[in-house]
Structures are given as C-alpha cells and as structure tokens.
C-alpha cells in the first residue's frame, strides 16, 4: 500500500538551507540546489500526482544530479547521452520523465516520510561539478534523514581521496555503473563515441571498483552489469563469478532501448534469457555456483546448468528472489531500491520485481525461463 | 460552465461516473460522448497510451472497454454505460497530449446508448461539485494525489 503523510502535515524539526556554490550561475536550475527524481520518487514523495499498477511499499528514493550543460558522456544505449537529440532537460532517463525539484523540499518531504522509506541514491554524472554537489547533497540527506545513502559514482569525476570523503560523509554504499562486461564493448559503447574525452575508461572504471572496495569494505560496493548491450551470456557469467569472488554485488538491468539513442534500435533481451541470466546470477550469489558449473555453445549462449539435482534449480527459480529487482538493500537487509517499471512498460512482462512474485508471477516466470530446456 | 474544484478543473453541466472518473456528456438524442476527467488523468501519472475498442461494439457497463497506460500505471477502461461504442475518437489514439489540453472537449468515445435510463446511474451536472470533491479526497487520503 502506498502511504503518504497528509499533505497538510507541518514541518516542525527540519529546516534545509542550500547555499549557491556556483556564483554567477544563480538563475539556473541546477545541482545542488535542483536535483531531478524518478517518477516513482516522485509519486511516493507527493511531487507528482500518480500510482503503480500493482501496489506495494515502495520506499526507494533516486536522485540524479542535473547541469543546464548535462552529461559529459556519450553512452550508446543512455538517454542522458551527449549526442542523442533533443535538448537535455527535456531528455528521459530510462525512458520516463525525472520531474526537476529543488533539493531543499526534497530533502524535507524525505525527512517526513523517512519511516516509509528504504534506501536513498544519488546518481551522479559525469560533470566538472558533480562531486562537490553531491558531497553538499549528502550532506543535506545524512543531517535530516536517517535512511542508508548510496551514491551511483560517475568514475571519471573520482579518485581515491574523493571516495574517501564519500565515505566520511555517511555514504553507505557505492554503485558504478559498469553496464557493459567485457573491455571491448565498454570501449565501443561508452569510450569510442561521437562525443568522447569525458574520461570513459574501463581502466578508470576498475580503478574505481576497487578502491571503492577497498574504502567501503565487503558488500558495500555494487556494480551495475546490464543485459542486452551485446554481450554473451558466458561474458555475463564470468562477471557475476569475479564480483562475487570480490565481495562485491553484481546488480543486473536489463537493457530496453531509449528512442533516438544510437542503440534505440536495438531490442531488447529475449525474455528467456533474461530469466535465465537472473536465475544464474542468482545461484553464483547465493548458491556457490561457479563459471564451470555453467555450459555454453560456441557463441556463448548458456545451454545448461550442472547440478546436483534439477530439484535445486525448481527450488532457486520457486522460491522467487532471483526474478527481484537488484538494488541495494533497506536499513534492515529488506529490498530497498526497487525501480518498479524501470526496465518495462507496466504493460509488459515484469523483468524484475519490485515484489517478491506471487504464485501466478512464479506461473509465469517458469513458463518464460524455460528450465526444462536448460538442464536437458 | 468551468468550475474550480479541489484544485481542478470541472465542469458543471455534465454527467460523471465517480467510480471510474469519466464525464459523460449527451451529444444527440440517444448517443453521448465519454471521456476522461481531470481527476481520472491526474491520479494515473503521465498517460502514454489509450487502447479502445474497434467500433461498432457492444459494450455493458462495468465491463472493460480498453486500457489505459501510463509511466508507471496500467488499467482497464471500464464501460460507464451499456450500448454500443460507435466511435472512437483518434486524435488520443495517435497521441494523448489533447487529453491533457482540454480534457472535457477531448472524448474517448461516443456510444449510443442501450436504454435511456443509463444516464440515472451517473452522478448528475446538479450533484457533480459535491461529489468531485470526496473524489478527490478519496485520492489525496490514499495518498494519490501531489501536495
């Protein structure tokens, strides 16, 4: 059930006061004083009128950082991307609207609702700016809400000392966002662009990742792996297998073309191997499975599972959890960032659950995993 | 004509079905046009997509008729009436912006109507303001609507 406090409610112990660090940029609507939010942000905070087609608590709050001049990169499949047409502020991420708000009601309405809420997230980009504004951001978050922060870094802005002040701020977490999983696709979607120099590197990626890992310790740190860039199915595996080893979460999305990007062309993962991609990720993170428990034809397609018994399979796939949204979790170990519809039209098949699926949901997703075919 | 009610745009010499949030106006003598009022489009978040009906088809009221769709939402259109849907209007097919720009002069539908007395199930243009406003209460304690 979606809960909001009465709109009528008084502020009484939270005042959030932003100072301008951009002297001279002051008309503007720009970070740190406007961020923009998801939709389901948005619904769930009051900003914007509106409901999910299924109902259930949501409490996973995402902020994106927002600069007049956007984002320096120039990502392939991304909406925020240099080169995909359109003015940015009229841009979709993910393919709905992130509605602008200032940061200092935000701030406030969070504190508000905070018992409702899950984990929050600053998503930044890459931007000359975007490090300092997200430490004034955090700063504002940490003094007002108690909910667990996390920050998805834009690695071309970082370095050690900067994570190091993350860290030092309160942020709980760390994301990257990897998205491809091999060097080579990094460099041909994210590097080797129209409107490359932003400093995309899958070197500088790594660099981050592991200091990260090393700043914030085990399972603090997340890398985001998304299905449908390119890659095989084998190249996905074998990722899944060496975040694991580092103790660090693998979060999976699935790809789903933004119109006008240079990869809004592309389909989207069949969604048989999305669920199977789910399901083996899930037996590498909470199963012990390893790269060689896994087989692969000659073009990388998963072809089967070897298990002990196809019973643990039915029993990983019943039990539901592996078909759930990653993200990082709420002040308690629940799911805490959901993105509900973040990788779907509500009209479509869910690719990942902000739920634990129901039984008519499992029904479903079995039909679409196919196991039967995978363990033959 | 316009009256502001709760914060929303109403118009007063309609015909509405509170349950589903649509205005319901007589065009001739035995058909009337249907669409979708401010309420019903605020509470479903940005709309993406109608789907409606290929006409001429039977429809009974409370049956779906098509489906609505929006960034984070996803519901059938339920037939406020029963008759026949003898049109659909396609401007909102093609694009939903209408909807949003003059959402009581943009119909979804005009039906003719299997009986007369269907109108008698509606909330009439003379109890309209009273009823729109515990609609929209109804949606701000579920938490639904911004504030």
């Not at chain 1, 590197?201 to 299905?227: D, L, M």
């Not at chain 1, 960032?337 to 869910?350: D, F, I, L």
């Amino acid at each position: 059930m979606q809960t909001k406090l009465n709109p009528q409610t008084q502020l009484q112990d939270t005042k959030v006061v932003f100072t301008r660090t951009k002297p001279g940029r002051s008309t503007t609507k720009e970070s740190p004083e406007w961020v923009r939010i998801s939709a389901a942000s948005a619904i769930t905070l009051g900003f914007k009128s509106g409901r999910f087609a299924r109902e259930f608590d949501f409490g996973g709050i995402n902020l994106l950082l927002n600069y007049d001049d956007g984002c320096r990169s120039d990502c392939a499949y991304c909406g925020l991307a240099r080169t995909r047409p359109g003015d940015y502020e009229d841009k979709s991420f993910i393919r709905v609207e992130w509605p602008l708000v200032e940061t200092a009601p935000l701030v406030e309405r969070m504190h508000l609702l905070e018992s409702k809420l899950t984990r929050l997230c600053i998503s930044m980009v890459t931007n000359p700016y975007a490090f300092r504004d997200t430490c004034t951001i955090t700063d504002s978050i940490v003094q007002n809400v108690r909910t667990p922060l996390s920050i998805l870094v834009a690695p071309p802005t970082l370095n050690r000392t900067k994570l190091e002040e993350f860290k030092a701020r309160g942020v709980d977490m760390i994301g990257i966002g990897l998205d491809a999983v091999t060097e080579t696709l990094f460099r041909s979607l994210r590097t080797d662009v129209p409107a490359g120099g932003s400093g995309l590197s899958w070197t500088q990626y790594w660099k981050i990742v592991s200091e990260a890992r090393r700043i914030f310790g085990p399972w603090k740190v997340n890398c985001h792996t998304v299905v449908g860039l390119g890659e095989t199915d084998f190249d996905l595996v074998e990722m899944f297998d060496k975040l694991v080893g580092q103790e660090i979460f693998p979060y999976l999305f699935c790809f789903n073309p933004e119109p006008d990007s240079r990869m809004g062309a592309t389909p989207k993962a069949t969604i048989t191997r999305w669920r199977r991609i789910q399901l083996a990720k899930y037996l590498i993170e909470e199963k012990g499975y390893r790269v060689k428990d896994f087989m692969f034809d000659s073009d990388g397609s998963l072809t089967n599972i070897k298990t002990p018994s196809p019973n643990e399979l039915i029993a990983a796939a019943n039990d539901g959890i592996a078909f759930m949204t990653n993200g990082c979790p709420g002040p308690n170990g629940e799911p805490g960032c959901t993105r509900p519809y973040g990788s779907y039209k509500p009209s479509e098949s869910y690719r990942d659950y902000p739920f634990l699926p129901s039984t008519t949901d499992l029904q479903r997703i079995k039909l679409e995993l196919d196991l039967e075919g995978l363990t033959q | 004509m316009y009256k502001k009610v709760s914060g929303y745009q109403l118009r007063d010499d309609l015909f509405y079905d509170q349950n589903n949030n649509y205005w319901i106006e007589k065009d001739t003598a035995d058909t009337v046009k249907i669409g979708i009022d401010e309420l019903g489009l605020d509470i479903s978040g940005t709309i993406s997509s109608l789907s409606l009906p290929l006409p001429p088809q039977h429809v009974e009221k409370g049956e779906e008729m098509g489906a609505l769709e929006a960034e984070k939402f996803v519901g059938p259109l339920i037939a406020p009436l029963s008759g026949t849907v003898i049109e659909v209007n396609s401007e909102v097919i093609d694009g939903v912006r209408s909807l949003y720009e003059a959402p009581y002069e943009t119909w979804i539908v005009r039906m003719s109507l299997k009986d007369q007395g269907e109108l008698d199930h509606l909330v009439a243009p003379s109890g309209s303001l009273e009823s729109f406003k515990m609609r929209v209460e109804r949606y701000r304690k579920a938490g639904i609507l911004s504030w």
